[in-house]
């Protein structure tokens, strides 16, 4: 049982002298790592079951460069919208947001794939995976994968680990560690506050007596006074002291230690890392609905969606590309528009820079028949400038009025998602010139005589060992990258063979149709296509 006597009666110091409060707090949280309650739980939660309801959309590019969100059912939006047989979209993201604040880094397990598609993501949190193989360059090449009490063997593909940016390390940052010494600090003023409410609201106490007490003296006082009116329970019993014993308060009132001041601080401080308006937490007084539509934009703009935007950006780079190249991830905005401000666009733009279904579209109508046209007054003619001949009208846009049920996207956010896959296949293509560069530096050089080429290329020994190294600065990239660009390298290496290869026969042919090809090589002409046909199949 808690109570002040248990406090007052202890070790002495390596000095000397009493164990201080803040000693005594030191100790008893010892040990202590779950800071998920209180304040941080309720921000750290806030943030999770926001971007847990996340709406995802999927663009699609085609090939003459239009972008269009994919509007039917597909196996990427159908896999983040379950994740497993066992999940939901909102816990799956819930849990991995949480693994992400607490522990900075999050892994998502692939559990089963068909083909080279994932059918199953698992969220696993930090003390769930380790690294347990790296390459000569430091990079991660396989993980152990924690179950019950040992651990499974899986490669670096097979895991995406989401990681908060860290500026002093490649491990993820977490948040909990920027409010870790806040956090503590709180919670020792709520267990402070705790045990005092559990002894009646006393302080901690000396029991003071003329003269001097033995250990067993002092033993048999304190228990007497702590079995009599330590605790609770023994609230408002009457003390009476012989042989002019007295009761000496030995504890700082809370109210001179502003404990009430202190806790609303370390409440500020804690929700204002984890980026959370008190707002948002009920805990403002006086709100009003537009200080309330504010605070939630600035909840989703600046803690929402940067935290969103990270998460995504791992799945674009590692996790959309395994269900085409042409896709891009996205997901809808998180803050609400100012409707007012809205209201005023769209009524100022109407039938000048807007159409009718321009507007309509912002507020999610269906498009109407004629609503594609600028209206102006008939009145309206020109009086200076212009020209009255159609053939100088070039350059300007005609609208035609074309009713269409399919979703339009603003040229700006459809340029943006062209870029981002355009730049995205550029990188994996850069990265794939820069695996076969040895065979392309082998095949294509220039001013190099043809049938040193053919000669070169046909030695056995020489292809195995250029193989072999092409294929080992394949697999580092790969490991780089922590992702398998096996759909992709499989048909560039067949393009360069099939070029190589036919540029070697035409080579030959010509050769032979001017009689300059060796008669030895003549003899064995078939022997050496097999051999350049064995190289170049491997």
């Not at 803040?22 to 100790?27: R, S």
């Not at 209201?343 to 004629?370: C, H, M, S």
């Amino acid at each position: 049982m808690n109570n002040p006597f248990s406090k007052l009666f202890r070790k002495k110091a390596s000095d000397g002298g009493e164990i201080s409060f803040v000693q005594f707090l030191q100790q008893l949280s010892k040990g202590r790592t779950n800071l998920y309650t209180e304040w941080v739980y309720a921000g750290f939660s806030k943030v999770a079951y926001s971007l847990a309801r996340v709406e995802w959309q999927l663009f699609q590019v085609a090939k003459n460069g239009d972008a269009k969100e994919v509007q039917d059912s597909h196996p990427l939006l159908g896999l983040l919208y379950r994740f497993n047989g066992k999940s939901t979209r909102f816990d799956a993201m819930a849990k991995t947001i949480l693994g992400f604040l607490t522990d900075g880094e999050v892994g998502w397990y692939i559990g089963e794939r068909k083909g080279n598609k994932p059918i199953s993501i698992h969220v696993i949190m930090r003390a769930g995976y380790k690294v347990t193989k790296k390459d000569e360059f430091e990079n991660v090449v396989g993980y152990g994968l924690k179950q019950g009490n040992d651990w499974k063997e899986i490669p670096a593909t097979d895991l995406l680990v989401i990681k908060n940016v860290n500026p002093s390390g490649n491990d993820g940052y977490p948040v909990l560690s920027a409010l870790k010494d806040v956090a503590e600090t709180d919670w020792f003023i709520s267990q402070w506050n705790k045990n005092l409410m559990k002894n009646d609201g006393s302080m901690s106490a000396i029991v003071k007596v003329p003269g001097a007490l033995d250990a067993k003296q002092s033993a048999i006082l304190r228990k007497q006074v702590e079995d009599t009116y330590a605790g609770y329970e023994n609230a408002h019993k009457i003390a009476v002291l012989g042989n002019g014993a007295e009761i000496v308060n030995n504890s700082v009132n809370p109210k001179d230690a502003d404990f009430i001041n202190g806790r609303s601080f370390n409440r500020d401080l804690i929700l204002s890392i984890i980026g959370a308006p008190k707002t948002i937490l009920g805990l403002d007084n006086g709100v009003t609905k537009a200080t309330a539509e504010t605070a939630e934009r600035i909840f989703a703009k600046y803690t929402l969606e940067p935290i969103m935007e990270q998460v995504i950006e791992w799945l674009n780079e590692y996790l959309v590309p395994t269900f085409g190249d042409n896709l891009w991830l996205m997901f809808k905005p998180f803050a609400t528009e100012d409707s007012e401000q809205k209201l005023n666009e769209t009524d100022k733009g109407y039938n000048r820079w807007l159409t009718t279904n321009e507007a309509r579209a912002q507020y999610g109508f269906d498009p109407i028949v004629g609503g594609d046209s600028i209206y102006m007054p008939i009145i309206n003619v020109p009086m200076l400038g212009g020209s009255k001949s159609a053939g100088d009208q070039k350059g300007y846009i005609e609208i035609k009025a074309k009713v269409s049920t399919e979703k339009k996207i603003a040229s700006v956010k459809a340029f943006y998602i062209k870029t981002r896959v355009q730049n995205r296949t550029a990188y994996k293509n850069l990265l794939a010139d820069a695996m076969a560069s040895g065979v392309g530096d082998k095949l294509n050089k220039k001013n190099q005589d043809n049938t040193k080429v053919i000669l070169k290329i046909g030695a056995p020994a020489e292809k195995k060992e250029l193989m072999a190294d092409n294929k080992l600065r394949a697999w580092e990239t790969i490991i780089m990258e922590k992702r398998s660009f096996d759909e992709h390298l499989a048909p560039l290496f067949k393009q360069i063979f099939q070029r190589q290869k036919k540029i070697i026969l035409d080579n030959l042919k010509k050769l032979d149709d001017e009689k300059k090809l060796d008669e030895k090589l003549k003899a064995n002409k078939d022997e050496v296509i097999k051999k350049i046909d064995d190289a170049l199949n491997g």
